[in-house]
């Protein structure tokens, strides 16, 4: 009968051990929100969060995508097209936050309150430039913000805007900028890839013949030598050139 009673004393052991481990991560889980909350002002709200390591801590850092909720900044639209989705217009405030995990919670390492608002009073047929599916991506180690600049009506022009930053120790510095813009009646494009690192610029230029001969334009540029730019002084609203 001992061996019954040793099995039971093991099992009752295993359930404590297994409800204390669930515990720990429920509690682990409900801190870690509870952090992140704290770097969100009231009334603002989360359109997009990613995960991953930013500064090779093997720690899962956080970059936010937060926007304020004002109905004072939900604007008629006074070229609304007729359009219901085209009404009214949101121009509240977005900011980029950029957290990194230590131990046991997180800290606030980069901002930026640039970002373009959802809505332009000034082109109202501007599409929501910031496609939260896509943006913001941490990719080996490296941070990349997306902007898309389309319109819904009024111009068939499509602009791509990727910004990739990458922290040096205690600053993120926007290391590549790549520019694609697309034509669609015309078909013609353009490429422009900007490596701050080595100060060298790629342009790709194709029409419709040129695709047809798969023979691209292709040409290199210099970047005169600027120390890098860091993310709080980057100004996306301005990223269509």
């Given at each position: 009968?001992?061996?019954?009673?040793?099995?039971?004393?093991?099992?009752?052991?295993?359930?404590?051990?297994?409800?204390?481990?669930?515990?720990?991560?429920?509690?682990?889980?409900?801190?870690?929100?509870?952090?992140?909350?704290?770097?969100?002002?009231?009334?603002?709200?989360?359109?997009?969060?990613?995960?991953?390591?930013?500064?090779?801590?093997?720690?899962?850092?956080?970059?936010?995508?937060?926007e304020?909720?004002?109905?004072?900044n939900i604007?008629?639209?006074?070229?609304?097209?007729?359009?219901?989705?085209?009404?009214?217009?949101?121009?509240?405030?977005?900011?980029?936050?950029?957290?990194?995990?230590?131990?046991?919670?997180?800290?606030?390492?980069?901002?930026?309150?640039?970002?373009?608002?959802?809505?332009?009073?000034?082109?109202?047929?501007?599409?929501?430039?910031?496609?939260?599916?896509?943006?913001?991506?941490?990719?080996?180690?490296q941070?990349?913000?997306?902007?898309?600049?389309?319109?819904?009506?009024?111009?068939?022009?499509?602009?791509?805007?990727?910004?990739?930053?990458?922290?040096?120790?205690p600053?993120?510095?926007?290391?590549?900028?790549?520019?694609?813009?697309?034509?669609?009646?015309?078909?013609?494009?353009?490429?422009?890839?900007?490596?701050?690192?080595?100060?060298?610029?790629?342009?790709?230029?194709s029409?419709?013949?040129?695709?047809?001969?798969?023979?691209?334009?292709?040409?290199?540029?210099?970047?005169?030598?600027?120390?890098?730019?860091?993310?709080?002084?980057?100004?996306?609203?301005?990223?269509?050139?």
């Amino acid at each position: 009968m001992n061996w019954k009673k040793t099995m039971k004393n093991n099992n009752l052991l295993l359930l404590f051990f297994t409800l204390t481990v669930c515990s720990s991560l429920v509690w682990a889980e409900t801190n870690t929100e509870a952090d992140v909350q704290a770097f969100i002002p009231k009334d603002w709200k989360i359109l997009s969060k990613v995960q991953g390591d930013l500064n090779g801590d093997q720690q899962a850092d956080m970059v936010l995508i937060i926007e304020n909720t004002d109905p004072i900044n939900i604007v008629k639209n006074k070229f609304n097209h007729k359009k219901p989705a085209n009404l009214l217009l949101n121009q509240n405030e977005r900011k980029l936050l950029v957290l990194f995990k230590d131990a046991q919670t997180y800290r606030l390492i980069a901002s930026n309150s640039s970002l373009p608002r959802e809505s332009n009073n000034e082109r109202p047929c501007l599409i929501d430039p910031l496609i939260v599916d896509n943006s913001p991506i941490i990719q080996n180690g490296q941070l990349k913000i997306t902007l898309n600049y389309s319109f819904r009506c009024d111009s068939w022009e499509v602009f791509n805007n990727i910004y990739t930053f990458r922290y040096q120790n205690p600053s993120f510095d926007l290391i590549g900028y790549d520019l694609h813009y697309f034509d669609i009646p015309s078909g013609d494009s353009r490429t422009e890839s900007t490596n701050f690192l080595t100060g060298k610029i790629k342009n790709v230029t194709s029409t419709q013949e040129l695709d047809r001969k798969n023979t691209p334009k292709i040409s290199w540029s210099k970047l005169k030598k600027v120390p890098l730019p860091k993310l709080e002084q980057i100004n996306f609203e301005r990223y269509v050139q």
